[in-house]
């Protein structure tokens, strides 16, 4: 059973910089492609960064400059940096896991931005 625990949200004044992790319960190196998403209130979820197991990394054109998703493969764990935090960043994030062809999700950690 593949299982996501992100941690490390919280409340954080405008510009200020917080580090989201995922910790799974398999080796991340067996997704396809791991990611963070976001969903605000009365908004869609929006995928924020992803990391292919190559490697390759994508981000929101919102959160490029500002926002870095990384990972540590022997500590199963997928990380986002989030500097530069802005009011619309406020969101619960999530992180998600390819696998085959199941998707796997946490079940998100809270990031307020307080102007």
């Known amino acids: 059973q593949v299982q996501l625990a992100e941690s490390g949200g919280g409340l954080v004044q405008f510009g200020g910089s917080l580090r989201l992790s995922c910790t799974a319960s398999v080796s991340i190196f067996n997704f396809k492609v791991a990611g963070w998403y976001r969903q605000a209130p009365g908004k869609e979820r929006e995928l924020v960064a992803s990391?292919?197991?190559?490697?390759?990394?994508e981000y929101a054109t919102s959160v490029k400059g500002r926002f870095t998703i990384s990972r540590n493969i022997g500590k199963n764990i997928i990380y986002l940096q989030m500097n530069n935090l802005e009011a619309n960043d406020t969101a619960t994030y999530y992180c998600s896991g390819v696998q085959g062809v199941v998707s796997y999700w946490g079940q998100g950690t809270q990031v307020t931005v307080s102007s």
């Open positions: 990391i292919t197991a190559g490697g390759t990394t």
